[in-house]
């Protein structure tokens, strides 16, 4: 029998998958929702929503990518990995998320992938009216040779908006890479920042995934005791308290009990603190080898994609501008 039906509940309630089902809406993260649906309705461009580990960029992600998808005029589309070698490579896997059709794909370069793409989004954003969103999560990881082709495919703008939607979350790490590259930063149009929850808001966040797995008691299953301790241990992420919480559950089912409190919050926190003695038998990692990579090839390709984007200022239809050195 699942742990959690002892429980009374139905379903895992502090499961660290980003399950939209289970997105608890606090201050942060509605305010973070919120703004990028704004911003992606009026059309403006670039978003870029970073936070620490755990505080909960992709379950704002999955969330936002649940309510765009509701909208039939919305192409909506994730890169999870964004870890990529070449230009070719991340323009072919954005050309297969759009399902943009690539003229003899077999020997295309990345200025037939570029130049595919700027069709597409003539098409789907210009004549066809939709709303093209490409959303990138841990964007921390993305090599700087993509910045260029993002920062190219943002040129593509009508005289009121810019035909390409990019989200990038990422951890704190991706800020002051942005920052270092001005051309990039300028075209930031809406930066969100998700912190750490307060005390009050990990207590919601307890009480709203467990209704989300089927809680009906009305006395509360965590003491306010016991959420004060999860708070204060796990800084307020919202990933350490799920884990804790779990664990606590698990707890709860081992040894028969009905409530969660203070003194089985720290029975549970002493546990893991002797697990940790584990650590001391991992191994250290052996240094990850460089994969060899030319540099003067990613900068002939890119020369190759500005000049793709250089080809023609203007469009046929709407005002289709494409000011690429601004």
Known sequence: MSYYRTLGLVTEPFSTSPDPAFFYGSTEHR?????LQISVALKRGLSVMAGDIGTGKTTVGRRLSQVLCEDPAVDFRMILNPYFRTEKQFLSRMAAL????????NRATA???????????????????????LLID?????????FEVLRILLNYETNQFKILQLILAGQLELLPRIVAMPNFWDRVATKVMLKPLDPGDVRDLIQARLRAAGYTQQTPLFAPDAIDLIHAHTNGLPRRVNILCH??????????????DEGIVRKVLDRESASDDFK???????????????????????????????????????????????
């Open 98 to 105: 759009f399902h943009v059709p690539i003229p003899n794909e």
């Open 247 to 260: 664990n606590i559950l698990e707890y709860l089912v081992m040894y028969d009990k009905k409530r969660v």
């Open 111 to 133: 200025l037939d992938y570029m130049e595919a793409i700027e069709q597409f989004l003539f098409t789907a954003g210009v004549e066809q009216n939709r709303t093209v969103v």
């Open 138 to 146: 841990e964007a921390q990881i993305l090599p700087d040779f993509v």
């Open 280 to 326: 001391t038998l991992v191994p250290e990692p052996q240094e990850a080898l460089e994969m060899p990579h030319s540099q003067q090839d990613q900068a002939e390709q890119v020369e190759d994609i500005r000049l793709a984007a250089n080809s023609a200022i203007v469009g046929s239809k709407g005002g289709f501008l494409r000011v690429v050195n601004a």
């Open 31 to 35: 305010a973070a929702l919120c703004r």
